[in-house]
């Protein structure tokens, strides 16, 4: 059970150097860049789908990606708080703890009024 609690950091780890190596001059940078921003923000919807999932699935990353596409607008409203959560979190660092707290309030609010939950 701890390894699993070393996973968040690790993939903040990776996420950082590969950030470092895209603002370096290496060829390709202007197209991975994006790439990577959107499937970290992907990352964190299906995330966050997981996490609000009842007691069957509990934190199945299979079943929160299924439930993302079947409620793409779920899935807009969650990329949006994980958008305003990344905002707050850079003009004001120090609600930076207090962020996890309405991003799970989102994702359980956004699980209950999807017609798939």
């Not at 060829?27 to 007691?55: D, F, I, K, N, Q």
């Not at 850079?90 to 359980?108: D, E, K, N, R, V």
């Amino acid at each position: 059970m701890l390894a699993v609690g070393c996973v968040p950091p690790l993939l903040a780890l990776v996420l950082l150097i590969d950030a470092a190596l895209l603002r370096s001059s290496l060829p390709g940078a202007a197209v991975v860049s994006p790439v990577l921003a959107l499937l970290t923000l992907g990352a964190m919807v299906v995330g966050l789908r997981a996490t609000a999932l009842e007691a069957p699935y509990r934190l199945s990353a299979r079943e929160g990606f299924l439930r993302s596409v079947a409620d793409p607008r779920g899935a807009l409203l969650l990329a949006g708080a994980v958008l305003l959560s990344a905002v707050l979190a850079w003009s004001i660092p120090l609600l930076t703890p207090l962020l996890p707290g309405p991003l799970a309030f989102a994702a359980t609010v956004v699980e209950l009024r999807s017609p798939a939950g």
